[in-house]
């Protein structure tokens, strides 16, 4: 793989990521292949429709978008970032961290891996109470 190909993965995530912020759907659609393959949280999904309900999420707007690492490693781009979010009923604000690996083919991506904190996110959004877990 060549550095221009590694250039352009690198947008494209870039792309991608944008989109949680703009709610472009078009721009989504340009970057996601349909059948994208999405793991995580201990589940396995197919289906950029899976992407394109996170990233229109009723009552939910994400205000910022902060990537702390990007390190692109042959077809595949690995991304620590952090979130913003309101929920809007409340205006309530959390910060949600989250490392994601995307793999992708032909300009798009076709595979994606990670974890989010949506724990600290729901406690942030005051949807959780805020108190340590009891087991």
Known sequence: MDDSERERNVATVRRYLRTFVTKDLAELRAVVADDVEIY???????????????VSSPGLTVLDQEIVELYPAGDRVVVSFAQTYRRDATGATAVQSTCKMYRLAGGRIVQFWGEQDVYGLLRGLEMLPDRPIEF
């Open 40 to 54: 995580g949280s201990g589940t396995a999904v197919r289906g950029r429709h899976f992407v394109e309900a996170a």
